[in-house]
């Protein structure tokens, strides 16, 4: 599951972006401001806002150390900031005096991005705070900008619908239409595909555009086997414009932010795993803190919501049997503590730490080792701990066989034969979720909220990506 736990609602107009450092959370906006938030408690930190443009604040990132802070305004400047104390460190104007639109360190946090609307880009020495090299692209503004994670090349996607790869001398090594209308956002996994030889490296890079699609994309760079772009894949879902996406830390997962939702996506299987709407407008940027399970997104309704994931959807994640067993048996004391929290068991910790439960411990329960061995009272909480227990047994199991978890019902925990989408966005097997409506009181199996409707919609593109699966596995 992915919970809500904070929304920050101090900027008085559009929040345009949002970024995590190991320890805070910055977030700008039309309203002229950057805003920084520590991550232990939420709170503004005592030299927010910071002040000093005269325009809308487009983008802001942290360096990787965390220590400097970039934000880019229409007003033409790129500002670098002292996170501690909220001093300015630099005031870097774009040559063109054009209105910049992103930016972005690099990896070594030796050279610092901007794209402005003119279509320029500059490389400017984050050290000397002195340009060194730049660039323009051919048609369009700059909305977009990622590095590679090893700092070899970076990636700027402009309004005309083009990515254009640049090395770290400023030189074009590639460009192409990827968006027809347009791209809003694009972002590198920080983990590589594959490693081949004469050290070539893949990755995968995400980009979002006014056309209502994100792709993803195979990239390969070396000075000896030079470049290469390959499509892989469109995401399916968006039926609006897509303003952001982002890839988790560890790459397992992707999050897309359109018209009042957030879709995360699995990366290994590209399935929709939750879609969060509780922005009430256009959803402008998202990302994930690098060291904890905290989502940030950011939206024209003036908010920043904070999302926290729990074991159980890192476990999801996990796309194959062996990741899945192993990741559940390899759990701590502390990850089935927060497991059970997660499923409003918070009362049994104390017997659970107890008894020194880790993963392994907790697959192999049993109701006669819960009532004798941890004096579990109660039938009914037994019943509840077993329930959860089999539910993750069951996940293990169905990987097991080989059936991808996006085919089994919620409820059932079964295969689906006739897949529908409720209200709340996720698959189930029509009799067993009309089953549930009819004695829960329309609520969500996967929520617990209110469904907004009872309706239940045909799901037949997942039932032809079942049908298909049981052609090829059941022969």
């Not at 020495?125 to 900008?145: E, F, I, P, T």
């Not at 904070?306 to 796309?319: G, H, K, N, P, V």
Request: glycine share 6%; aromatic share 8%.
């Amino acid at each position: 599951m992915v919970k809500l736990i904070h929304t920050l609602a101090d900027h008085g107009d559009d929040v345009n972006c949002c970024a995590f450092s190991f320890s805070l959370l910055a977030t700008c906006s039309l309203d002229k401001t950057i805003r920084l938030y520590s991550l232990r408690d939420f709170t503004e930190l005592p030299h927010s806002p910071l002040k000093f443009h005269t325009y809308a604040v487009h983008c802001c990132c942290f360096s990787p150390s965390g220590h400097i802070l970039a934000s880019c305004s229409t007003d033409g400047t790129t500002v670098l900031w002292n996170t501690e104390n909220g001093q300015m460190l630099a005031v870097m104007e774009q040559p063109s005096g054009s209105p910049v639109r992103v930016c972005q360190f690099s990896p070594d946090s030796m050279c610092l991005a901007s794209g402005a609307a003119d279509g320029t880009v500059v490389l400017w020495n984050a050290q000397s705070y002195k340009l060194y090299r730049c660039g323009s692209v051919k048609d369009g503004s700059l909305a977009a900008c990622a590095f590679s994670p090893n700092g070899s090349f970076f990636v700027t996607g402009s309004s005309c619908g083009d990515l254009t790869v640049w090395d770290d001398k400023m030189r074009c090594l590639h460009s192409e239409k990827a968006h027809d209308l347009g791209i809003t956002c694009c972002d590198f996994s920080s983990q590589p595909v594959s490693d081949g030889e004469q050290g070539l490296q893949f990755f995968r890079l995400a980009s979002c555009g006014q056309d209502c699609q994100v792709k993803i994309w195979i990239v390969s760079f070396t000075h000896i086997l030079g470049f290469e772009l390959k499509y892989k894949s469109t995401l399916s879902g968006h039926c609006a414009p897509v303003l952001a996406c982002a890839f988790s830390h560890d790459g397992q997962m992707l999050v897309s932010g359109k018209f009042k939702a957030v879709f995360i996506v699995f990366q290994n299987t590209e399935n929709i795993l939750h879609t969060l709407t509780q922005h009430t407008r256009y959803v402008t940027t998202c990302a994930f803190a690098p060291n904890t399970l905290l989502l940030a997104t950011g939206s024209m309704d003036k908010t920043v919501n904070i999302w926290q994931f729990d074991l159980e959807t890192l476990c999801q994640a996990r796309s194959t049997e062996h990741q899945l067993k192993q990741f559940t048996e390899d759990w701590s004391e502390e990850d089935v503590s927060t497991w059970l929290c997660a499923q409003d068991l918070k009362d049994l910790v104390g017997i659970f730490k107890m008894n020194n439960i880790d993963g392994k411990e907790l697959l192999n329960l049993t109701k006669e080792s819960l009532a004798d061995d941890l004096k579990i009272e109660s039938l009914g909480l037994r019943s509840k701990v077993l329930r959860k227990i089999e539910e993750l047994r069951t996940k293990v199991k169905s990987l097991s066989s080989g059936i991808p978890d996006e085919f089994i019902c919620p409820i059932t925990r079964e295969l689906m034969k006739d897949p529908v989408i409720a209200s709340d966005g996720y698959s189930y097997e029509k009799e067993a979720m009309e089953n549930w409506i009819s004695k829960k009181k329309r609520t969500s199996p996967m929520t617990n909220l209110v469904l907004p409707s009872a309706v239940l919609t045909p799901n037949r593109t997942l039932k032809m990506a079942i049908n298909r699966w049981l052609e090829t596995h059941q022969k």
